[in-house]
T-cell receptor
Framework: ETGVTQTPRHLVMGMTNKKSLKCEQH?????MYWYKQSAKKPLELMFV???????ENNSVPSRFSPECPNSSHLFLHLHTLQPEDSALYLC???????????FGPGTRLTVT | GESVGLHLPTLSVQEGDNSIINCAYS??????FIWYKQESGKGPQFIID?????DKRQGQRVTVLLNKTVKHLSLQIAATQPGDSAVYFC?????????????FGKGTLLTVNP
């Protein structure tokens, strides 16, 4: 276990649904990240939070809405997604001002 | 285009052999590199890292080599075991702005045959 948990592990949703992904880290880190992992593509950084403040939005469509209520929790709210949004969504955390990121197991999302 | 890539998408080795996974990068300003291992159904797991002021770093059964002249990174796994079967990613730092960001390669699938 890496100290980063994600729920749910699997999610199937229709294009008109609204759902949320949850990430929790038990490592005392102050930076948290959302990544998208699609087949045969590199990990794509979506959002970065430092001390609960969003410091990076990597041109992510507004149908993905992140929320970071505190340094230990990170959410990704999903609405009106497209089938091409189906992917593995990974959460990571790191100590502030370091590159070593610790990943959760991911949520496998399927949009139908 | 991507600044980090991998020479081989798949690698198959016999148990007990040594494995070498290669990675090319294009950003000569990168000064930190990291290797991750991702097993099926799991998130990436840190293996080893190296800074650009080094050309070699060793861990337990793993060695990372950095050749800055040709912008090449490799991960060597000694005495490869079935549990080493996974996708291996290299990543380089991309420290734009105030964030410590990583740029990842596509990954190499390592299969260890018994």
């Amino acid at each position: 276990e890496t100290g980063v948990t994600q729920t749910p592990r699997h999610l199937v949703m229709g294009m008109t649904n609204k759902k949320s992904l949850k990430c929790e880290q038990h490592l005392g880190h102050n930076a948290m990240y959302w990544y998208k992992q699609s087949a045969k593509k590199p990990l794509e950084l979506m959002f970065v939070y430092n001390f609960k403040e969003q410091t990076e939005n990597n041109s992510v469509p507004s149908r993905f809405s992140p929320e970071c209520p505190n340094s230990s929790h990170l959410f990704l709210h999903l609405h009106t997604l497209q089938p091409e949004d189906s992917a593995l969504y990974l959460c990571a955390s790191s100590p502030l001002d370091t590159y070593e990121q610790y990943f959760g197991p991911g949520t496998r999302l399927t949009v139908t | 285009g991507e600044s980090v890539g991998l020479h081989l998408p798949t690698l198959s080795v016999q148990e007990g052999d040594n494995s070498i996974i290669n990675c090319a990068y294009s950003n000569s300003a990168s000064d930190y590199f990291i290797w991750y291992k991702q097993e099926s159904g799991k998130g990436p797991q840190f293996i080893i890292d190296i800074r650009s002021n080094m050309d070699k770093r060793q861990g337990q059964r793993v060695t990372v080599l950095l050749n800055k002249t040709v912008k090449h990174l490799s991960l060597q796994i000694a005495a490869t075991q079935p549990g080493d079967s996974a996708v291996y990613f290299c990543a380089e730092n991309n420290s734009g702005g105030s964030n410590y960001k990583l740029t990842f390669g596509k990954g190499t699938l390592l299969t260890v045959n018994p």
